[in-house]
């Protein structure tokens, strides 16, 4: 996404310019409290990697590349690169004096480790099915890094230049087999782990030796999860909060129209991706016509009103109008009146139920979609869950509907390999790390396997073209809409950009280089 949406990645500052930033240098000092809208799932940074996971541990982690705000592809812990002709070999030269929180010095070998340690599967790590490229991990010298792949793969720098697969900590930081930890392991980010009170707050503190010179300027970094749209923007408003994020979109209408103009906004267009994701390898939705049924059943104009307040646009795939990797989709308009017929044609039990489970904060998108699905003859039971249940009964297969979500990658391999790519052995162990699902198609791993390898652009583009059909013609999901997340916060805080995912933090932008007026 921060690649692709370079000419529509947007900050906005709807009602004030920060006149005091462009007066006054940047301040040391303060402590700045962040509303989030989710609790992490833990302290583990190589396993659930949610996107609030990740933008959480990206305040104390980093990874070899980074994309900066505008999209582009940047060094960060590898200072340089070089690629081997044959595309198999990445040689990475680190930082020189770049130290951990705990003091230790960057080296290539905690670069191995970290690697080693997402790829070995007793650990339970997201990092296993996006790695499964990467052959070996080499120790060239103190600072030299080798990656050697099994075959050539296009969208290998884009996967390390996110913390997902795997953030980099100290050599034997983290016990192997350990899913869930007392603490965060020391990073390189700009901010340390200091405290975590689950539900409560994640305190972050100030890296004092952080490699990037001058940052961060805010002593203390308080993250509080705060389910509740409404105590989010009270709480703004009245000044407990200095910055909330995913602001409620009521509130942004309200704002649009020139309300609250003591507060100041920053929007990532693109940033919030939302879908209706079936269990496809179990009843009932192991058969495509009920699948259909559901999608003649939603309209997702009507979602998006109802849901956001019209702030957002239909979505039928993964990528967005704008993307390079968008294709064109035949159009599928909702036609409630076939629903009936279709389940009559599968002979569904006249009392027949199905399950929808989603999470508090989804509370007005659930309802919406529910109300469609019971018009439509679809009887609906609804289950809310702590965000922490619903990722488990998602990650074990014990759904057959959930409201989900994400943002937008870069590159498609690695997303579509490791969330459509079969995984047969993980659904019948009912560990399914990404592929939720539970979708296999031998013939889309096929030709997914062939993209990876593949240079060529406009080769990988039909290629991945082909894929997306299939995804579409299976109804393994059903996208439903992108939508723009919005951060409010208040006029002492100053120096706050973000970029098109919405992101806490990146190497131009961000919360380390957020200061408060004071």
Same mark, same amino acid.
């Given at each position: ?204 503190? &100030?890296? /004092?030796?952080?490699?990037? !010179?001058?940052? =961060? ?5 308080? $993250? @509080?999860? *705060? ?98 990797? &968008?294709? /064109?989709?035949?159009?599928? !308009?909702?036609? =409630? ?5 279709? $389940? @009559?044609? *599968? ?98 791993? &096929? ?5 990876? !390898? ?8 039909? $290629? ?55």
């Amino acid at each position: 996404m921060r690649r692709i949406f370079l000419f529509v990645w947007s900050l906005v500052l709807l009602f004030s310019a920060d006149l005091l930033s462009g007066a006054e240098a940047p301040k040391y000092g303060g402590r700045l409290v962040l509303a989030i809208r989710n609790d992490i799932n833990g302290l583990n940074p190589f396993v659930r990697t949610t996107s609030t996971n990740v933008y959480v541990r990206q305040l104390a982690y980093e990874s070899l590349l980074d994309f900066d705000k505008h999209g582009k592809l940047v060094p960060s812990l590898a200072e340089s690169w070089t690629v081997s002709a044959d595309g198999k070999s990445y040689l990475f030269k680190l930082r020189n004096g770049v130290k951990f929180h705990d003091g230790k010095e960057l080296s290539a070998e905690d670069v191995k480790w970290s690697v080693d340690y997402a790829m070995d599967p007793n650990n339970g790590t997201t990092g296993l099915s996006m790695l499964k490229s990467v052959e070996r991990v080499n120790v060239k010298d103190k600072l030299t890094v080798e990656f050697v792949l099994k075959n050539p793969h296009a969208g290998f720098l884009s996967m390390v230049a996110t913390i997902r697969p795997f953030p980099i900590v100290p050599n034997r930081s983290v016990s192997s087999g350990k899913f869930d930890l007392p603490g965060f392991p020391p990073g390189t980010g700009p901010f340390a782990f200091k405290d975590y009170k689950p539900a409560r707050e994640i305190a972050f503190v &100030r890296n /004092k030796n952080y490699w990037r !010179k001058g940052l =961060p300027y805010l002593d203390e970094l308080i $993250l @509080k999860p *705060v389910l509740e749209d409404q105590v989010r923007f009270t709480g703004v408003r009245a000044g407990d909060l200095d910055i909330i994020e995913r602001t409620p979109y009521s509130f942004i209408a309200k704002i649009l129209k020139g309300e609250y103009r003591d507060l100041k906004t920053a929007v990532a267009k693109h940033a919030g991706y939302r879908r209706l994701l079936f269990n496809v390898a179990d009843p009932p939705f192991n058969d495509v016509r009920l699948r259909q049924a559901v999608r003649y059943a939603i309209d997702k104009r009507k979602y998006i009103d109802g849901a956001f307040w019209g702030l957002g646009e239909p979505a039928d795939q993964l990528f967005p109008g704008g993307s390079a990797w &968008r294709v /064109k989709l035949p159009e599928i !308009k909702p036609d =409630p009146s076939k629903v009936k017929a279709m $389940l @009559k044609d *599968v002979g569904v039990a006249p009392d027949w139920e199905v399950e929808l489970i989603g999470q508090k904060s989804e509370e007005e998108e659930l309802q919406v979609i529910h109300q469609q699905l019971t018009a439509a003859g679809i009887k609906t039971k609804v289950t809310i869950l702590e965000r922490g249940a619903r990722v488990t009964r998602e990650s074990s297969g014990d759904f057959m509907m959930v409201l989900s979500g994400g943002d937008i990658p870069d590159d498609p391999g690695e997303e579509f390999e490791s969330e459509f790519g079969c995984a047969v052995e993980e659904v019948k162990a009912k560990k399914r790390t990404e592929n939720s699902s539970g979708y296999c198609n031998k013939e889309v791993d &096929r030709v997914l396997e062939t993209a990876i !390898k593949t240079k060529d652009a406009k080769q990988r583009y039909e $290629l991945y073209r082909k894929a997306i059909q299939v995804f579409h013609d299976d109804v393994v999901d059903i996208p439903l809409a992108y939508v723009p997340r919005y951060f409010v916060f208040q006029q002492k805080v100053l120096g706050f950009e973000t970029d098109a995912d919405g992101r806490f933090n990146m190497p131009d932008g961000g919360l380390s280089r957020v200061w408060l007026a004071r």
